[in-house]
């Protein structure tokens, strides 16, 4: 008879209990779908942060080659003058100078390179001319960095000053003279900044432009 009445007062779910479960699974299933969501979002977002730095530490070793390689040597214009071995915010260019190069070939027997910097739309550009040829030629083109507001190249000037320009104003130094001390800064979109401090050419190489009187004289 006890067996009989625990049998019979055994019942199933009602239908408010049934709704309450299938509610509670619903908000947990949308809470486990939003953590899948959400841990997938930061893996996206530090996959994407790491490779821009990657790109960033790429951009710097090639400037920082660059730069440690400059040379005292005009480059052709292309209209019958010469560019000066080293100057900044000249003709759209961040900066533009000569540098030695990896390896000398038979087109460039001297192993000099020219080299100029650029920023178009948001993408730092890296172009370079065999030293044999002219500005005129087309050169090789090299995207270094994605995702820049900002660059700007500063020279140390004989007074110990950083200036946008080279040749600083009021300086008397020839089209040959390089700086002794370099300074860029990188602004990425993500609004990190980014800067080095390179060292230049102790030796202002006070010589003539080939060809013409010095600008000096």
Do not use: H
């Not at 990657?54 to 090639?62: C, K, P, S």
């Not at 390689?69 to 019958?80: E, I, N, S, T």
């Not at 090789?140 to 700007?152: F, K, R």
């Amino acid at each position: 008879m006890t067996a009989a009445k625990a049998c019979g007062t055994q019942r199933g779910f009602t239908l408010l209990e049934m709704v309450v479960a299938m509610l509670l699974l619903g908000v947990l299933s949308v809470m486990s779908f939003y953590g899948v969501q959400g841990v997938w979002r930061v893996d996206r977002d530090s996959s994407a942060s790491g490779e821009q730095q990657r790109a960033l530490q790429r951009a710097w070793q090639l400037i920082s080659s660059d730069m440690l390689a400059l040379r005292p040597r005009l480059f052709a214009d292309g209209r019958g003058g010469w560019q000066p071995a080293f100057e900044t915010g000249t003709g759209g260019a961040l900066v533009r100078f000569s540098r030695a190069a990896e390896a000398r070939t038979a087109s460039n027997p001297s192993g000099l390179t020219r080299i100029n910097y650029r920023l178009e739309e948001g993408q730092l550009w890296r172009d370079s001319w065999p030293a044999t040829t002219s500005a005129a030629a087309t050169p090789d083109a090299l995207l270094l960095l994605s995702g820049v507001d900002a660059v700007t190249v500063e020279t140390l000037s004989a007074d110990n000053r950083f200036t946008p320009n080279w040749p600083p104003l009021n300086e008397q130094l020839t089209a040959l003279s390089l700086p002794r001390m370099i300074r860029i800064q990188l602004l990425l979109d993500s609004g990190e900044q980014s800067s080095k401090l390179l060292p230049g050419v102790v030796d202002a190489f006070d010589q003539p432009w080939p060809g013409r009187e010095s600008p000096n004289d």
